[in-house]
């Protein structure tokens, strides 16, 4: 399958136990998929390419890092 939503190179991926996973890119988007294929949720994280995406142990937070050199800790739509 070939799934489309970012508008620009995907940099990284990471795996959401039991959900599905995550991709990053050059378009500032994070977007969480199902096994499937399915787009169930997006995340306008950075305003520069994403060059690194990583769950917490527990899965509660999401670390991002990027070109605009910031590294940000989510949880949920929130940047904490």
């Not at 977007?31 to 995340?43: A, K, R, T």
Request: proline content about 0%; aromatic content about 8%.
């Amino acid at each position: 399958a070939v799934l489309r939503r970012h508008t620009d190179c995907v940099r990284a991926l990471c795996e959401r136990a039991g959900v599905g996973f995550l991709s990053a890119g050059n378009d500032g988007l994070v977007v969480l998929w199902s096994l499937g294929g399915d787009v169930l949720h997006e995340l306008h994280a950075h305003d520069a390419y994403i060059y690194a995406i990583a769950l917490s142990g527990d899965g509660a937070h999401l670390f991002t890092a990027a070109e605009d050199r910031q590294l940000k800790v989510w949880r949920g739509d929130r940047c904490e």
